[in-house]
Each structure stands twice: as structure tokens, then as C-alpha cells.
């Protein structure tokens, strides 16, 4: 029968076998796949694991420091980079919702390359690749080796293309990735967390995008997401986000007249996200969320809940 325990100790002596002292790369998006492959990896080839961790700017407020934090406490050997401002820049204007996406891969891309070219004479690309993505070949959740292979189809690939590859999870569920995970002792802020796509804040700012836009969804993002840790519903709950709406609405400060923004609050149950029902959550707990965006987040004068089931509604708005 199948164990955690014995798929570490066979995978381990596999990846030691099969890599010998050669270099690998890989990047660590923050969730549990990319986590727990590296840290299986780490365990068979230490500091010849070279792990990559991009800040693209559109991830949850604080997110890039605390989990660089939790990555090296792991101690993985691993390079946060900043392109935060590459990734705006080039973003700048477009409000195509298939253009962002296609401008955050090709940045991401641009980006990795770059920095996988400084670890000198790597020989292999690892991914953390489930049995989901692989029969569904590009899965739903995307991932930077989805993005990369609709890219790339022309002009050549980009060099870490080019390297071996090496998928120690790819014959595994999701559920068996994180009891993976809990036997090598990574923290359930890591195991449990809700999915967050790739191209994160970008596909719920509707519109173009700007720093000060991404500030406020931040903000709003993390009061919510906090209040539902706060409040025991977060594991109830299978993904949670905030979307800023292209629209503002009247509002009354005083004697004053505003015109400000509108937030939609998320949260839906659902198993794969091929489905997914929205959650009943308490009208208490909403009027706290409504409350506290409204009086702490300059800017926004309004709040929503999405009452939306999908289909036909996707989990995201964009
Ligand atoms: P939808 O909005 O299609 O989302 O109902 C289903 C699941 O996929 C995630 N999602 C993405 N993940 N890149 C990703 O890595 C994307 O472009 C993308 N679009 C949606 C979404 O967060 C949900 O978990």
C-alpha cells in the first residue's frame, strides 16, 4: 500500500540516483506543489537544488517576504527576485484579460531565464507537475509550464527550456501531495492554502492595471482573507479573493459626495474548480469584511458578494 513515508524515502533515493551532484533549477510559485517538490529535492541533493522564487507584483499583500521567509526556514537555497516593476511596465494599459495573462508569461519566462542562467552549468528544469496536470496537459490552474509551452510554440525556447526535466510529483493527487508534505513536516500555511492563480491580482483589477489599484485590491484581499482565518472559515472554504471593479459609485462622506470604488468579495466550495458553488457565508462575518474595507481602504466605498455559481460564473472575473 501506498504511504508517504515510503514514497519520500523511494523518491529521495531515486532523485539522488538519477541527478547525482549535477545542478537543478526550479521555481517555487508559493503553493504546495512547487513547495513540496523542493523540498523533496532538497532532501536528495541539498545546495544543488538552486530554487527561484519571482515576486511578478500581483501576489496577496506581504505575501513574497513571508514565504521567502518560510522558504529559507526551510532551508532551501533559494533567490527571490523582485521584477515586480518589469511585470507593471510591460502590463501598462492593457485591459484585455487574454493579454495580461499572455504578458505575465512572457515576463515570467523572460525573467526565470535570466536568473537561471546565473546558476552556471545547470543541468535540470524541476516542476511540480501532479497526475492532473499531466492527463489534462494544460491544467486549469495553469502554472508557469502551461504559460511557457502556449508561448513558445514559435520562435525557439528560451534556454532553462532546454534542460532535462524532472517531476518527482507527477504520479501524485492533490491529496497526497499534501500528506507528502506533511510528512517531511512543511507548515500547513503552506499545505492548506487556497489555490491563487499565476497571473494572481492582475485577473482581478477588471481593466488596465497600476500600482495604486494593486495597493487597494491588496488591502482589501488581506483584510478579507485574514477575517476568514479569523473567523475559523478559511479551510471551509476552497478559494477567497477580492476583485476591484472598472466601475465607481456614488457614495456620502459627511456633507461631501464620493465617487469611489467597488470591491466584489469570492469565496467558493468546490474540488478541482471545474465547479464550484459560492459559499453561504455568515451575514455577521460580511458585515465586519463590508465594514472594515469601507472604514481601513481609502478608495473604496462599496462592497459586493458574488452570489454567482459556476458554470456559468468562473471563479474569477476575468
Ligand atoms: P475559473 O475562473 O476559470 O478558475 O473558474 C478556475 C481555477 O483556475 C484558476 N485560474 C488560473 N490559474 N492561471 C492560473 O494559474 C490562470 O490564468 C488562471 N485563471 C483562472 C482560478 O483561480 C481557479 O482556481
Known amino acids: 500500500t501506498w504511504t508517504p513515508d515510503a514514497f519520500v524515502d523511494s523518491t529521495v533515493a531515486e532523485l539522488k540516483r538519477k541527478i547525482g551532484d549535477e545542478k537543478v533549477i526550479l521555481g517555487l510559485s508559493g503553493g504546495v506543489d512547487s513547495t513540496v517538490a523542493a ?8 545546495k544543488h537544488l538552486h530554487c527561484i522564487f519571482v515576486n511578478n507584483g500581483l501576489l496577496r499583500k506581504n505575501e513574497f517576504e513571508e514565504v521567502l521567509e518560510q522558504y529559507k526556514g526551510m532551508g532551501l537555497n533559494v533567490k527571490g527576485v523582485d521584477a515586480s516593476a518589469r511585470f507593471l511596465d510591460a502590463l501598462k494599459g492593457e485591459s484585455d484579460p487574454e493579454k495580461k495573462r499572455k504578458i505575465i508569461g512572457r515576463v515570467f519566462i523572460e525573467v526565470f531565464d535570466d536568473e537561471a542562467h546565473k546558476v552556471e552549468d545547470a543541468k535540470w528544469l524541476a516542476q511540480g507537475t501532479i ?71 492582475a485577473i482581478r483589477i477588471l481593466g488596465d492595471i497600476t500600482a495604486e489599484k494593486v495597493a487597494i485590491l491588496q488591502e482589501v484581499d488581506h483584510i478579507f482573507i485574514k477575517g ?10 476552497w478559494q477567497a479573493g477580492a476583485m476591484l471593479l472598472p466601475v465607481n459609485s456614488v457614495g456620502v462622506m459627511g ?3 464620493t465617487y469611489e470604488k467597488c470591491v466584489a468579495l469570492r469565496a467558493v466550495e468546490s474540488t478541482d474548480g471545474m465547479t464550484a458553488d459560492w459559499v ?39
Open 280 to 318: 453561504n457565508l455568515p451575514y455577521e462575518f460580511l458585515q465586519k469584511m463590508s465594514n472594515d474595507i469601507i472604514n481601513k481602504v481609502p478608495g473604496v466605498n462599496r462592497v459586493v458578494y458574488d452570489i454567482s455559481s459556476k458554470p456559468p460564473a468562473t471563479i474569477e472575473w476575468e
Open 228 to 237: 476568514l482565518r479569523d473567523w475559523g472559515l478559511y479551510d471551509k472554504v
Open 39 to 46: 523540498v523533496l529535492l532538497h532532501k536528495a541533493i541539498g
Open 131 to 201: 497526475y492532473p496536470d499531466v492527463i489534462e496537459s494544460v491544467s486549469a490552474t495553469g502554472g508557469p509550464s502551461a504559460t511557457i509551452k502556449s508561448h513558445h510554440n514559435v520562435g525557439g525556447l528560451p534556454d532553462f527550456m532546454k534542460l532535462k526535466v524532472v517531476e518527482p510529483l507527477k504520479m501524485l493527487f492533490k491529496d497526497e501531495v499534501r500528506r507528502v508534505g506533511r510528512s517531511m513536516d512543511i507548515g500547513e500555511e503552506r499545505l492548506g492554502r487556497h489555490p491563487f492563480p499565476g497571473p494572481g491580482l
Open 255 to 257: 456633507d461631501e459626495r
